[in-house]
């Protein structure tokens, strides 16, 4: 991922911004269907399940960065997310190592830079908490970082799955561990992956 999409393009202040149309659609992945969603300046969501499973949190969720966002079905030819399908295919065929589609990461000055030390994270690596909460210049604040990282809104992409605890327990993900084992063990991160959902368990929230 290069710089340019790790920023939140003004948005580490935190406030809510007025440009509020917000195109969102489905894909197909291994991990079931994912719902992405982008702004005007860049990818802002990725959830795990169909938009109906997900509108009401993902509305919610809007509604704290953007004045009365607005949910809209992207079209076919919608550039911005288009770019982040084909991404996210690759991604899960392994064929792509780097994402590089523009993000539009909205969350508190701090979530900001743990978010964008994920980032640097590189493919096939894993990172203790407190590693990432050093990186920030917050050393011993892991159980905030674990907060943070539970708030990403663009999990897969923006890497909180490579976040585990200082012993190498994979300790959890708010998507369900076997994601987390699943992506990890896609990058080459982890050996033996149960990499199935739970039965009658699909998967819910986004983030870890």
């Known amino acids: 991922m290069t710089d340019g999409t790790k920023k939140s393009d003004g948005q580490a202040d935190g406030q809510v911004r007025d440009d509020s149309r917000l195109y969102w659609r489905e894909t197909a992945s291994p991990l079931g269907t994912l719902t992405l969603a982008a702004s005007e300046r860049g990818l802002c969501s990725v959830d795990f ?12 969720w809007a509604g704290r960065w953007w004045r009365k966002p607005v949910l809209v079905p992207a079209p076919e030819d919608h550039p911005l997310l288009a770019a982040a399908q084909r991404q996210l295919d690759a991604y899960f065929r392994g064929e792509l190592t780097d994402f590089t589609v523009p993000l539009d990461l909205r969350g508190t000055p701090f979530q900001l830079k743990v978010w964008e030390a994920l980032c640097r994270v590189p493919y096939g690596a894993t990172a203790s908490y407190g590693a990432i909460a050093a990186a920030v210049g917050r050393p011993g604040a892991s159980r905030a970082v674990g907060g943070a990282n539970n708030r990403n809104p663009v999990p897969i992409i923006v890497p909180c799955h490579r976040i585990i605890g200082a012993d190498g327990s994979l300790v959890g993900y708010g998507s ?10 896609l990058e080459g ?14 998967a819910a929230a986004s983030g870890a």
């Open 49 to 60: 399940g169909a938009f109906a499973d997900i509108a009401g949190r993902l509305a919610e």
């Open 189 to 202: 991160a982890l050996l033996i992956p149960s990499a199935r959902p739970p039965a009658g368990k699909p």
């Open 176 to 185: 369900g561990l076997w994601i987390k084992e699943h992506l990890l063990a």
